[in-house]
C-alpha cells in the first residue's frame, strides 16, 4: 500500500506570514480563435486557489497549455485568455508573468497587491519544462515557500514544475490540491475491484503517447472501443485502406502486439465498420459517409459512421464498468460529432460505474450536456487511464508522505 497523499491540510500553513506559493495547474484548456471554448479545467482549479487566498497566500500559479515547440513565445499557446478567465471567475487581478526565468519572481511577488495573483506565461515556451531540467526547477523555486500540485491531467508527464520543482522543496513543504485529492480518491476506488465486463473506449489524436495505455488495458478490460484518430492506426494494421486519414505507421508493431493480447485473453476489440470522411480537415468541408471499413484515397476519417456508434453503444450500454478517453470523431466541427455524442449518451444510459476523462473528453460530455449523468469526469485523460493501469504518476508519487 502506497503512502498517502499530503494534502492542504498537512501544510503548516501560517496565514499571518504571506507565504508565496508555488502552484501548479493543469489549465491547459481547448481554444478557438483565441476564446476558450471549455473552461472545466479552470473552474477545477478554482477550490484551492480560494483557499489558498483566505490563507493570505502570495499565489505564483502556473500551467502549460498545448504544446508549443519550446523555443519561446508563440501567440497562440499564451495563457493570457485563461488569465483572463481566472480574473472573472475569482473576482482578482490575475498578473501574466512573462520573464520570471532570469528575472526570478523577487520583484513580480514584492509588487503583488491584495486581490492579486500572478499567473505564468506557458512553462513550455521553455524546453527545459518537458525535458524534466533541474537547473531550470530550481529557477522557479528560488524564494518560495510552498509548493502546490493540483495539476491533475498533467500528472503522468515528469515535467519540470511536476517533478523537479517539488523536489528543490522539503517534504513538509508540498502538497496535493482539492482536485487532485478528489480525482485520486475517486479513480482509485472505482477500480478497487471492477465488476464484468470492463469496457475501456479510446479515441482522440494523441495515438503515440496513449497506445501504451491500451497495450496495458488488455489486461484488464473484457472490451476495447478504438474510434477517433486512433482507430486508423489499428485499421491500417489490419490490412485497410485509410485514405488520407491520421495514421502513426511506427505504432504498427505495437498495434500488432495489442492484437494478439487481446486474442490470448479473450478481450474483445471494437473498431470502426463504418466511417464520416472528409476531402481535407476543415470545419467546412462536406461530409461523405463511407460504408464500410475501407476509405477511399482523397478521403480522411474525421467522425465514425452510425453503424459503428451503434455497435460501441450496445457494448458500452451493456458493461458494468466503462472508462473513455479520447473523442470518436472530430467533435469540435458540428457535422463530425455525432459519433462522439452518440457514445456520451450510451455512458448515460449504462447503469454501472462510468467514467470520461481528458480534457477534449471532459469539454465534449459538457458540450452535450451529460456531465451530470456519468459517475464521474475527470479532468486527466492520460492521468486517469495510467491511473486506472495501476501505474504510479510521477507527479504523485513526489507528493507521498515518506
Ligand atoms: N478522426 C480524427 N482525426 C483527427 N483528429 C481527431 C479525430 N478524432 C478525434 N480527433 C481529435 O482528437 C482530439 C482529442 O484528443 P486527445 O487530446 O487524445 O483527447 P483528450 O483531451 O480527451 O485526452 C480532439 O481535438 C479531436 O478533434
Ligand atoms: O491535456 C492533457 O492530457 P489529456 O489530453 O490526456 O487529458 C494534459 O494537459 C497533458 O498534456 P500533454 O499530453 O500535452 O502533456
Not at 495563457?79 to 513580480?108: H, M, W, Y
Not at 480518491?185 to 464484468?196: G, T, W
Request: net charge neutral.
Amino acid at each position: 500500500m502506497a503512502n498517502r497523499i499530503r494534502t492542504l491540510e498537512d501544510l503548516n500553513f501560517d496565514s499571518n506570514s504571506q507565504s508565496t506559493v508555488f502552484l501548479r495547474l493543469d489549465l491547459n484548456v481547448p481554444l478557438k480563435n483565441g476564446k476558450i471554448t471549455d473552461d472545466t479545467r479552470i473552474q477545477a482549479a478554482l477550490p484551492t486557489i480560494k483557499w489558498l487566498l483566505e490563507k493570505n497566500a502570495k499565489i505564483i500559479a502556473c500551467s502549460h497549455l498545448g504544446r508549443p515547440k519550446g523555443t519561446g513565445f508563440e501567440n497562440e499557446f499564451s495563457l493570457a485568455p485563461v488569465g483572463t478567465r481566472l480574473a472573472e471567475l475569482l473576482n482578482v487581478d490575475v498578473v501574466l508573468a512573462q520573464d520570471f526565468i532570469e528575472d526570478g519572481f523577487s520583484k513580480i511577488v514584492y509588487d503583488l497587491k491584495p486581490n492579486q495573483i500572478i499567473l505564468l506565461e506557458n512553462l513550455r515556451f521553455h524546453k527545459e519544462e518537458q525535458a524534466g531540467n533541474e537547473g531550470f526547477a530550481n529557477k522557479l523555486a528560488r524564494g518560495v515557500d510552498f509548493y502546490v500540485n493540483d495539476a491533475f491531467g498533467t500528472c503522468h508527464r515528469a515535467d519540470a514544475s511536476m517533478v523537479a520543482v517539488p523536489e528543490c522543496f522539503p517534504l513538509e513543504k508540498r502538497a496535493a490540491g482539492f482536485l487532485i485529492a478528489k480525482e485520486m480518491q475517486f479513480l482509485e476506488d472505482a477500480f478497487r475491484a471492477p465488476k464484468a465486463p470492463v469496457t475501456a473506449v479510446f479515441g482522440g489524436s494523441k495515438v503515440s503517447d496513449k497506445i501504451d495505455i491500451l497495450r496495458k488495458f488488455t489486461t484488464i478490460a473484457n472490451n476495447m472501443i478504438i474510434g477517433g484518430a486512433m482507430a486508423y492506426t489499428f485499421l491500417k494494421c489490419k490490412g485497410k485502406n485509410i485514405g488520407n486519414s491520421r495514421v502513426e505507421p511506427d505504432k504498427f508493431a505495437l498495434v500488432d502486439e495489442i492484437f494478439k493480447a487481446a486474442e490470448k485473453r479473450n478481450v474483445k476489440i471494437y473498431l470502426p465498420e463504418d466511417h464520416l470522411c472528409g476531402a481535407e480537415f476543415s470545419e467546412n468541408v462536406t461530409p461523405v459517409p463511407v460504408g464500410a471499413a475501407d476509405i477511399p484515397e482523397g478521403l480522411m476519417g474525421l467522425d465514425i459512421g452510425p453503424r459503428s456508434a451503434e455497435v460501441f453503444a450496445k457494448v458500452i450500454e451493456n458493461s458494468k464498468v466503462v472508462v473513455w478517453n479520447g473523442p470518436m470523431g472530430v467533435f469540435e466541427f458540428e457535422a463530425f460529432s455525432k459519433g462522439t455524442k452518440a457514445v456520451a449518451e450510451a455512458m448515460t444510459k449504462c447503469e454501472g460505474i462510468t467514467i470520461v476523462g481528458g480534457g477534449d473528453s471532459a469539454a465534449a460530455i459538457v458540450k452535450f450536456k451529460m456531465q451530470d449523468k456519468v459517475t464521474h469526469v475527470s479532468t486527466g485523460g492520460g492521468a486517469s487511464m495510467e491511473l486506472l493501469e495501476g501505474k504510479e504518476l510521477p507527479g504523485i508519487r513526489v507528493l507521498r508522505m515518506k
